[in-house]
């Protein structure tokens, strides 16, 4: 069986630096907001090249702790706006009602997936505070047109960089487009931990320490509590084990390019459509989506033949019990990639002679 994803093997990288990292911290006796996570903090923030990175408890966390620090300073009350591509998973339209904002959703392109910045213009009211990019799959979602837009009309540009650690645009990597990011930590990222973790990155100082505030129970000084917050923190050795696994980040995703190349250069089928290196050269291929109309049938065929697929995702968020008002909203982009997407294996641990044998399957499929 050609696993989707292998996290032991991922792990087994560097399966010697983790645990000697992890064996630091028990030893150490501090389990929360110690060495570990501002050390993580500061190597993180200085890769993504942003002044501040905040570490919390994981990436929902990471995106509603931004849209309330807005809220703390100002910047938002509820009923505001947030627009937001229909495409993406549920954690970034959860992070925005969960604030008491409004999402505005806008459809994406079918050759890049992700949000039509023809569209978001026209989205615009008085009510709307922010834009949320979603960089999904790996692939950056920041256009020239969408930071004009924001600059013009004095909104926010919040990024959810869950899916793309370490992209570029225009050698500036993703988590230092805009205003402020969300970042997930999630085991099967490409940057990933052995539990839950998040974190957010700014060059915003008050934005920053709001944020860190809010995920300490709102408590800017010991017991001393300003806000209303939560807790919301990284705990130690999954810092630890993030800036093991930093490190090796960029050499992983390379990994992960290469097999994207190979199969864009090989699947030859007329059942399915794969990304086009021309609008996806610089993506980390944290999911490597394919199209096919008979969806089903080929994840169906590839597991029988031994090969593990995923869907991202099978129902759009519109779709969702969770926002059942929604529901009869036509959004016919948004789903026709989730009637059609399937991911195909292509972690770092993914070897030459599996990613020609899948390329081979889907060739064959008929």
Known sequence: ????????????????????????????????????????????????????????????????????????????????????????????????????????????????????????????????????????????AYTERIGELCHSYGLRLIEDNAQAHGCTYQGKRTGALGDAAGHSFYPGKNLGALGDAGGVTTDDDELADTIRALANYGSSHRYVFDMVGRNSRMDEIQAAVLDVKLKYLDEENQRRRDNAHYYIQHISNPAVSVPSEDYWQNSVFHIFPLLSPRRDELKQYLLDNGVQTDIHYPIPPHKQQAYKEWNERSLPITERIHREELSLPISQVLTDEERERIVELINNFT
């Open 1 to 140: 069986m050609i696993k989707y994803l292998d996290l032991k093997a991922v792990t087994n990288l560097h399966e010697e630096e983790i645990l000697h990292a992890v064996d630091d911290v028990v030893r150490s006796g501090w389990y929360l907001r110690s060495e570990a996570n501002e050390r993580f903090e500061r190597d993180y923030a200085n890769y993504i090249g942003t002044r501040h990175c905040i570490s919390c408890g994981n990436g929902l966390d990471s995106l509603t702790l931004i849209l309330r620090a807005y809220k703390e300073m100002g910047v938002m009350s509820d009923g505001d706006e947030v627009i937001v591509p229909a495409n993406t998973y549920i954690a970034t339209i959860l992070a925005i009602t969960d604030n008491g904002l409004r999402p505005v959703l806008v459809e994406p392109r079918l050759d890049t997936l992700q949000i039509d910045d023809s569209l978001i213009e026209q989205a615009i009211t008085p009510r709307t505070r922010a834009v949320m990019i979603v960089h999904l799959y790996g692939r950056c």
